[in-house]
């Protein structure tokens, strides 16, 4: 079973930027590809950015070029650096993770999720 919990979300004007953070714990943290998801209100959830077992990364294309995934296995924490961030960015983000390859950024791919963190962007 795998444990996971965001934190760094916030408000912040458009242009800012805002790092989120997903500590996970309950296994091997290494074996597991990892994602980013966020639901913005009134819509479906959506797949942001995802990370691999073996560090290789996919984007959604609303979001490449300005956030970067990334994992530190020794801290069992995975972290989505947001700039240039858009009035658009604001959702609910979640982090989620599937044990092995990614295979893209489908929900209903990943079994484990947290509790999310709210994003808002303000114009």
């Known amino acids: 079973q795998v444990q996971l919990l965001e934190s760094g979300g916030g408000s912040v004007q458009a242009g800012g930027s805002l790092r989120l953070s997903c500590a996970a714990s309950?296994?091997?943290?290494?074996?597991?590809?990892w994602g980013w998801f966020r639901q913005p209100p009134g819509k479906e959830r959506e797949g942001v950015a995802a990370?691999?077992?073996?560090?290789?990364?996919t984007y959604a294309d609303s979001v490449k070029g300005r956030f970067t995934i990334s994992k530190d296995n020794a801290k069992n924490t995975m972290y989505l650096q947001m700039n240039s961030l858009k009035p658009e960015d604001t959702a609910m983000y979640y982090c989620?993770?599937?044990?092995?390859?990614?295979?893209?950024?489908?929900?209903?791919?990943?079994?484990?999720w947290g509790q999310g963190t709210q994003v808002t962007v303000s114009s």
């Open positions: 309950g296994d091997t943290y290494s074996r597991y590809c």
């Open positions: 989620a993770a599937r044990f092995g390859s990614c295979l893209g950024l489908m929900s209903r791919w990943y079994a484990y």
């Open positions: 990370i691999d077992p073996d560090g290789s990364t």
